[in-house]
C-alpha cells in the first residue's frame, strides 16, 4: 500500500529492452559547430538556405501572409485529418500542373511536413501489400531508409551515383531495376537530388516513365527542393510526365525550402490512384492520417495558401525563389571552376553536393579549417558565403580524390 491505493509490483525495469539507438550525426554536427570558438568556421552541414549574410531569412511574401493572418483570421480550430484543402489544392497547380490537379483520379492531402508526407505514402503502400518492395538509389536522404522500413516496406537499393566521377550513372540504375518486379516501388527525388545534386534529363524521365509502365511499378517521388533548381517549371517538367503517363504515383511534397516554413511542417502528399480505386486511397489516407497526427498544424498552410491565391504575395514570393536559386547557383559555379575535380558540380543543382573526400579528409578539414559537413562529405552549398567560397575549396583542394 502507497497513499492508501493498492498497487501492482511493477517490473523495475520496464525499458530494460530498449538499446541506446546511434546519435544522428548532423545534429551532432550542429553542436560541434556551436562550441567551435574559430570566427572562421563554416557550416556546410546543416541543410538550410543562407543568404549573403549567413542568415536563412523568413521570406517578405510570408511575413505578409502572416500579417493577414492575424489581422483576419477569427479561428484556430481543426480542420480535419484532410488538412486545408484550397492549399492542398492550389499546390498540386504549382507542382503538377493544371491537368493534373484537377483530375478526379488524384487524392490530396496537407501532411507536417515532407516527411509526414513520406511516412503516410509508405503507411498507404504498406497496408495495401505488407512487406513489398521499394528501390532507393544509393546514395540518398538519410532518412529515407528508416522512414521506410519503419512503416513495413522493404528496401532494395539500386546504384544511381558513381562516386569515381561525380556523376549520375543512368546506365547502372536501369540495369539493377531489371530486377525490380510488377508491383514494386520505386523512390524518385524530384529535383535536387539530396545528397548529390545531380537531375535526371527529361529523356531519362521518359526511359523512367516507360519502365514502370512496361514492369508495373509504381513511382513515388519526394519533391522537397521545388524552385531551387533550374525554376518552377522546369524544376517538375519530369515529374508532370510521370505522373500524367502513369496510371498510379504518389508524390510528397515539402514547404520547408521553397517557402522558408521549416519549423512551421508544411507538405502535402497527393496520389493518382485508377478511379475505381481513388475512394479507398481517400479513406485509407484519411485513416492513416488520422491516427498518426490527427489533424495537421495549419498556420504555415494558410501563408501557402495566401501566397499562392494572391498574385502580388505571389510575383514576389516567386522572386524571391528565384534570387535563391540564382545564389546557390552563382556558388556552384565557382566551385566548379576553383578545381578541375570539383568541374561537375556546375552541371549540378539545388543545395546539395557530394564531394570526392572520404571520411578521414572530412574529419581532417573540421581540425585544421573548422569546415563542418557530413562524414560522408555531403556539403549544403547555400552554407557557404560569396566571401568564403574560395576559402572553403582551397582547403578542400589537397584531400579531393583523384579521378581513377
Not at 523512367?208 to 527542393?225: K, M, N, Q, T
Amino acid at each position: 500500500m502507497s497513499g492508501g491505493l493498492a498497487s501492482v509490483a511493477l517490473d523495475d525495469a520496464p525499458f530494460s529492452t530498449l538499446r541506446a539507438e546511434v546519435p544522428d550525426a548532423l545534429l551532432a554536427l550542429i553542436g560541434l559547430h556551436a562550441a567551435d570558438p574559430r570566427p572562421t568556421k563554416i557550416d556546410v552541414g546543416v541543410g538550410v538556405f543562407r543568404d549573403a549574410t549567413g542568415a536563412t531569412p523568413v521570406f517578405a511574401a510570408v511575413k505578409e501572409a502572416e500579417f493577414w493572418l492575424a489581422e483576419t483570421q477569427l479561428s484556430k480550430s481543426y480542420l480535419g485529418p484532410e488538412g486545408d484543402a484550397r492549399f492542398t489544392a492550389l499546390l498540386a497547380e504549382l507542382a503538377l500542373g493544371q491537368r493534373v490537379a484537377s483530375s478526379p483520379d488524384l487524392v490530396g492531402l496537407q501532411t507536417p511536413g515532407g516527411t509526414g508526407a513520406l511516412r503516410l505514402g509508405a503507411e498507404l503502400l504498406a497496408r495495401a501489400a505488407p512487406g513489398r518492395h521499394i528501390w532507393v538509389g544509393t546514395p540518398t536522404w538519410t532518412n529515407h531508409v528508416p522512414l521506410l522500413s519503419g512503416a513495413g516496406l522493404v528496401v532494395r537499393p539500386h546504384r544511381f551515383f558513381d562516386r569515381a566521377t561525380s556523376e549520375l550513372d543512368f546506365a547502372a540504375m536501369m540495369a539493377d531495376l531489371d530486377a525490380a518486379e510488377p508491383g514494386d516501388i520505386l523512390l524518385l527525388h524530384g529535383c535536387c537530388h539530396n545528397p548529390t545534386g545531380v537531375s535526371f534529363s527529361l529523356p531519362e524521365w521518359q526511359a523512367i516513365a516507360e519502365l514502370c509502365a512496361e514492369r508495373g511499378l509504381l513511382p513515388f517521388v519526394d519533391l522537397a527542393y521545388h524552385g531551387l533548381g533550374q525554376g518552377l517549371d522546369a524544376d517538375v517538367a519530369g515529374v508532370r510526365l510521370l505522373v500524367e503517363s502513369l496510371p498510379a504515383a504518389i508524390v510528397a511534397y515539402s514547404c520547408d525550402k521553397n517557402f522558408g516554413l521549416y519549423r512551421d511542417r508544411v507538405g502535402a502528399i497527393w496520389v493518382k490512384a485508377p478511379s475505381g480505386q481513388v475512394d479507398a486511397v481517400r479513406s485509407n489516407l484519411y485513416a492513416l492520417a488520422r491516427v498518426n497526427w490527427s489533424m495537421p498544424p495549419d498556420h504555415g498552410a494558410a501563408v501557402v495558401r495566401y501566397i499562392l491565391e494572391n498574385p502580388e504575395p505571389r510575383v514576389d514570393w516567386e522572386a524571391e525563389l528565384s534570387a535563391m536559386a540564382l545564389r546557390i547557383g552563382d556558388l556552384r559555379r565557382r566551385l566548379a571552376a576553383a578545381n578541375p575535380r570539383l568541374a561537375p558540380l556546375g552541371g549540378q543543382q539545388g543545395m546539395f553536393a557530394l564531394l570526392p573526400l572520404d571520411p578521414a579528409a572530412v574529419t581532417a578539414l573540421r581540425a585544421d579549417h573548422g569546415i563542418y559537413m557530413a562524414g560522408n562529405g555531403r556539403i549544403n552549398i547555400a552554407g557557404l558565403g560569396e566571401a568564403t567560397v574560395d576559402r572553403f575549396a582551397a582547403a578542400c583542394a589537397p584531400y579531393l580524390l583523384a579521378t581513377p
